[in-house]
């Protein structure tokens, strides 16, 4: 079993940033790909960023391509999402998700199962 446990979330203005984290623990004996999803109130939850168990691959939804950067620190069992230039947009609840993989280059992909959820984390931007 994994479990993810996010923080870093908050009220930031907008052109601001932010820096989330999201640390797993447990053990599988797979390899886990981790990513970020957001959703914001009447909407659906969406991926927006991925990162492979190596961090050798990484996925990032159009809306955040240039302004958010995926990372990931093995040694911690830790992955970061810094966030710049944010929007009013960008405001939601951002959740951590974990999938089990066979190959250590395997990203998160849209429409692909997720195996483990954090319990969110909101994010709020002011115009």
């Known amino acids: 079993q994994i479990q993810l446990v996010e923080s870093g979330g908050g009220l930031v203005q907008a052109e601001g940033s932010l820096r989330l984290s999201c640390a797993a623990s447990?053990?599988?004996?797979?390899?886990?790909?981790l990513g970020w999803f957001r959703q914001a109130p009447g909407k659906e939850r969406d991926l927006v960023a991925s990162i492979s168990q190596d961090g050798s691959t990484t996925f990032y939804a159009d809306a955040v391509k240039g302004r958010f950067t995926i990372s990931r620190d093995n040694a911690k069992n830790t992955i970061y999402l810094q966030m710049n230039s944010l929007k009013p947009e960008d405001a939601a609840v951002f959740y951590c998700?974990?999938?089990?993989?066979?190959?250590?280059?395997?990203?998160?992909?849209?429409?692909?199962?997720?195996?483990?959820w954090g319990q969110g984390i909101q994010v709020t931007v002011s115009s």
């Open positions: 998700a974990a999938t089990r993989f066979h190959n250590a280059a395997s990203r998160i992909l849209p429409g692909l199962s997720i195996d483990y």
């Open positions: 447990g053990s599988t004996p797979y390899n886990l790909g």
